[in-house]
């Protein structure tokens, strides 16, 4: 306790010994710090779209053609999964790219398109003035910061839509497989129908037997019955792969911000001057105990 209380007040007796050297500097840092900043740093404002993945099944053909209420119940939002397919597309090099080519961010932030790195760059101040997280409450938000308060609502919202439009191309690709598969059994039963339509007129020409005929003329209603079912499944499948419909429920949508988000100019320089106290206090310890040192020897 008693050394801990000499090693106190000798630190005390340190900085009243260099505190012009202390204070003269810390000053400087702060006056620097809140100049530089004030005029070097530039404003960015955060813009930010929130919302829900829709559950996939929605637009599944059995739950849009369901007979019976209540046959199969399903959640309207979307699982942990769709969280994670929305996040995994916000983020990839494709939709960022898009974005920058779009809104012709090169330009936008100085940088000057023939330059080599240029465009990484340009990719680089991008992704940190960019975010796509999942809040606490399960919802997506998309953020963005930039000088233009007005661009960078609208590239949140149109970011937003993008990714819709991303995720609804996924959803519906492999439905776009079995709509080909329908569409070809449907040629298939409309040419065998045809066919057997020919013999049954070509049969009552030539004055066949009626029950020969009869049969055909069974067989042809049946397999008009199952042309028919199968156009009916073809027709429900083309309209749960119809792109009118959202992936995505927007509970908010970006604005043009009121007032800056960032830089704090505030933190920056009571950090800087914080930081530069304890350089300059650490200093003045390193060089009492080097004389020290120096006279001993």
């Known amino acids: 306790m008693s050394q ?36 070097f740093m530039p404003n960015y404002y955060k813009s930010s779209v929130n919302f829900y993945p829709s559950n996939p099944i929605m637009t599944d053909r059995q739950v849009l053609y369901s007979t019976t209420v209540g046959e199969i119940e399903i959640d309207y939002f979307g699982s942990a999964g769709d969280v994670d397919r929305i996040l995994t597309l916000a983020n990839t ?34 992704v940190k003035n960019y975010k796509a997280v999942e809040t606490e409450y399960g919802a997506i938000e998309i953020s963005i910061w930039d000088k233009d308060k007005e661009l960078a609502a609208e590239m949140a919202n149109h970011i937003a839509f993008t990714i819709d439009n991303h995720n609804k191309s996924m959803i519906t690709r492999d439905k776009n497989v079995v709509i080909e598969t329908f569409q070809e059994e449907v040629a298939l039963k409309e040419a065998f129908n045809d066919s057997l339509a020919t013999a049954i007129e070509d049969a009552t020409a030539k004055g066949m037997r009626k029950e020969l005929i009869s049969q055909m003329e069974a067989r042809l209603t049946a397999s008009t019955d199952d042309l028919n079912k199968s156009r009916r499944l073809l027709e429900q499948y083309q ?22 988000d960032k830089p704090v100019r505030s933190l920056i320089v009571i950090g800087a001057t914080g930081g530069t106290f304890i350089f300059m206090l650490l200093l003045a310890v390193i060089a009492e105990n080097y004389r020290k040192i120096k006279d001993q020897l």
């Open 4 to 39: 801990s209380k000499n090693d106190m007040i000798e630190l005390i007796r340190i900085a009243l010994k260099w505190r012009k050297a202390i204070i003269i500097t810390t000053l400087i840092a702060a006056i620097g710090t809140a100049a530089v900043s004030w005029f």
């Open 93 to 126: 090099s494709s939709l960022i790219d898009y974005i920058i080519n779009k809104y012709k961010l090169m330009e936008h932030y100085g940088y000057d398109s023939t330059k080599t790195l240029a465009r990484y760059k340009t990719k680089k101040k991008f």
């Open 239 to 260: 309209t749960s792969a119809s792109q009118n419909f959202s992936t995505i429920h927007v509970t908010e949508e970006a604005y043009p911000a009121i007032r800056k």
